[in-house]
Each structure stands twice: as C-alpha cells, then as structure tokens.
C-alpha cells in the first residue's frame, strides 16, 4: 500500500500555460501528471481541485486500473476532454509513482522497449512555399526521418500552423481569441505545389506530412488527398471534422493518401467507429487529453486490430510531463507509427527538467525511474498564468468556420 496523503494542482505559464497534477504518498514517493488542456486550462484545474482530490487522498496509488474506473465510472458524468483530461492527469502521476516506487522507468512496466527509439516528425512552416522548404531542409540536416509541412496561402493574410518563430509555433497567442480569414480554394490550390517541390528539394527518403486541421468537406478532403498521391504523404492530418465519422468513407474512396485522426478525441468511444471501419491508418489521441496511459493503451489495442497505428499529438500545449509519457508509451506500444515533436520554449524545458532526449530523429524517455520528468516548483511560481485563446477562423464572407 502507497497511501495517497496529498496532491495539489500546479498552473504555471513559463512561455505558454501548463496545468500539472502533483500526486504525493506516505512514502515520500510523488508522481506528476499533465492537465493542460489548451485555452480551457481552468475549468480541468477547477475539477481536479474541487471534485477529484478530495476523492484520491488515503487512496493507495498502486491501484491504477481501480482508480481510473472509480474516476470514470464514479462519477456518473463519462467522458469528454475535462473530464478526461483530469482522469489523464491521475493517471500519468499514479504510473510515474509505480515507477519509482519499482526502480523502473514507465517503458519496462508497459512491457518494456519494443523498438530502439520513437520516430518524432517535427514542424517545417513558412510563409511561402520557399520559406517552409528551407525549414524541412533544416529538420533534414538535423536528422528528422519526418517533418511535416505547413505553408502560408497566397492570398491569407494567415494561416494555421504558420508561425512567426522558426521552432516554436504557438497556436495559443491572445487574451481573447484573434480572427483568421480562410479561404478553402486557395489553401486546395497552394498544398499540392509545396509537396511537388518539396520531393524536389527534400528527395524521398524522408516522411512528409500535412495537417488539414478540419477544414475540408469529405469531398474536398478526398481530392486534396488524391492531389497529394504522387507526393507520397506520410499521412493527411485531421481533412474533416470527426464528429460525423461515416463522412470518412467519402474520403476513402477517392484516395488512397493514409489519413490521420484524434487530437481531439478524449475516449476510445471516440475512436470507434474510424478504427473499426478501417477509415483512417492513425490514431492521434494522446496522454493527457485521453484518459492517460492507461486509456490510451486500450485505445491503441484497438487499432492494432485493423492495423492502425499510433501518432500521438504532441504540440506545445502539450508538457513535457506528457512528452515523457508519450514516449514511454511509444516505446513499448506494438503498434507505433510516429510521435509528434514541437520542441519547448527554454523557459517551459527550465521548470521541467527532464530525462528524455533526441537523437538523429528519433527520441528516447531515458532510464530515470517514472516517468523521468519533475516540475521545479520554485521556478513555476514565478511565472503567472496568462489568459490565452487559440483564433478562431471565418470564412471570406464572414462565416465563423473550423478552427
Ligand atoms: O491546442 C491545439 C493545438 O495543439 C493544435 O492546433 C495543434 O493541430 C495541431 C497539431 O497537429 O499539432
Ligand atoms: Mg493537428
């Protein structure tokens, strides 16, 4: 028995906000679970202090499975991303607990490593096609087997997944929710150059990916995927939204580009139904907004079934305690297929002191016992947490559409 004595909710905002479940037993032994859940950072703190930790103190912190059902089940209300979010928290600290209490790093308790290392894709954008071909030859020459591409549109003013910075895009970026113009047509007409001359610049032994970030009709998405066939993506991210999961279908069977999905997914009831009929090739759905590891082991069981394979989100918003333990789950899980890497802002990496490290491409979580990651509370306190939005976007004529 590790009895539960204490667990408190940390908010820090070093270069963006973070939400971070710090689970302390009679032991001495702590564990630290990721809560973030990007522009709604509050209401998962709020949960977790108001209803889930008076629940969890004199608990024993061995019992995971036992705990996530009494979260999940217990509470009458299933499901969703605060809920989830806050279940996930739980969960990443309880793993990170049992494995320092064993001496062992997470990995070995999910069964130890099943391949050297986790394949990471990172972030190629620009504002022209020239400037995010730069950026992919730069991820190149560091070694990234894959990198995903995002380009300005000729003729908007922006765009998603273009940033300012070269490394460190940050979606979240005012205290209310900036307004963004998009037009389908041009973006439809601008990806399909980018691939062409990016298999120029980059050759073919490297991975490229896109993400459409919902903004596609099925009938859209199933053109821009056969547009891109050629090109051989990796993968199309996210071409519809998911909430009508049949409309995939309509995709399928117009290209045969591989389709990834669930960033936002909270549940594996979320994944059903794309998973089962075989409508897309990965599942995104990641720690900390799924459930935790425990869920999202269940999920990737699943895929395994239809030979989906996991690409687990992995932007800024998410921490490097969840980093760490989507690595820890990539490593061990047998049906990988790639992990999202947006590197951290030095300021986030300070308050988060960590073992996982990056070498020519693929990641590692280290051998540290856990999870391999802290949170250096002193530092965190310094730093305030700052209301911030992701954009919304309207179409031309002022439409609100799909962010
Ligand atoms: O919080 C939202 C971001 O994480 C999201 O916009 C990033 O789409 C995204 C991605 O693929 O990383
Ligand atoms: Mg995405």
Not at 1 to 14: E, G
Not at 272 to 299: C, F, K, P, W
């Amino acid at each position: 028995m590790l009895r539960i004595t204490n667990a408190r909710v940390i908010v820090t905002c070093p270069g963006r906000n973070f939400v971070t479940l710090k689970i302390e037993t009679d032991a001495g032994v702590y564990g630290i679970g990721d809560a973030t859940l990007n522009g709604r950072e509050l209401a998962v703190a709020s949960y977790l202090e108001d209803h889930v930790i008076p629940c969890l103190i004199g608990k024993d912190a061995h019992r995971i499975e036992d705990i996530w059902q009494y979260l999940y089940r217990g509470a009458y209300w299933r499901r969703g991303p605060v809920t989830m979010t806050a279940i996930a928290a739980v969960d990443t600290a309880l793993w990170d607990i049992k494995g320092k209490a064993a001496g062992l790093p997470v990995y070995q308790l999910l069964g130890g490593a099943a391949r050297e290392g986790v394949m990471v894709y990172g972030h190629a954008n620009g504002e022209t096609i020239e400037a995010t071909i730069e950026a992919a030859l730069d991820y190149k020459e560091q070694g990234y087997k894959a990198i995903r591409l995002q380009s300005g549109v000729p003729g908007l003013a922006s765009t998603y997944g273009v940033s300012k910075d070269k490394y460190f895009y940050e979606p979240a970026d005012a205290a209310l929710p900036t307004e963004n113009v998009w037009s389908t047509e041009k973006y439809m007409r601008s990806v399909p150059p980018l691939f062409a001359k990016a298999r120029d610049a980059l050759g073919w032994d490297v991975h490229l990916l896109h993400d459409a970030h919902h903004r596609l009709t099925p009938i859209e998405a199933g053109r821009l995927g056969r547009d891109l066939e050629p090109y051989r993506p990796f993968w199309l991210e996210d071409p519809t939204p998911a909430e009508n999961q049949d409309s995939f279908r309509l995709i399928r069977q117009h290209t045969t580009t591989p389709i990834a999905v669930g960033e936002i997914f909270s549940s594996i009831h979320d994944c059903r139904s794309l998973i089962e009929n075989q409508l897309i090739d990965y599942i995104r759905a990641t720690v900390v907004h799924a459930g935790g590891i425990t869920h999202l082991r269940r999920i990737a069981a699943l895929a395994d079934l239809y030979q989906v394979r996991t690409g687990c989100h992995g932007a800024t918003d998410l921490s490097p305690v969840c980093m760490a333990a989507a690595l820890h789950f990539g490593l061990s899980v047998p049906n990988f297929g790639v992990q999202e890497y947006m590197r951290h802002a030095a300021e986030t990496d300070a308050v988060f002191p960590h073992a996982y490290r990056f070498e020519r491409g693929m990641m590692h979580p280290g051998d540290a016992p856990g999870l391999g990651v802290d949170i250096d509370e002193a530092l965190a306190a310094r730093y305030e947490y700052k209301r911030a939005y992701l954009p919304v976007n309207r179409l031309e004529d002022g439409t609100l559409f799909n962010w």
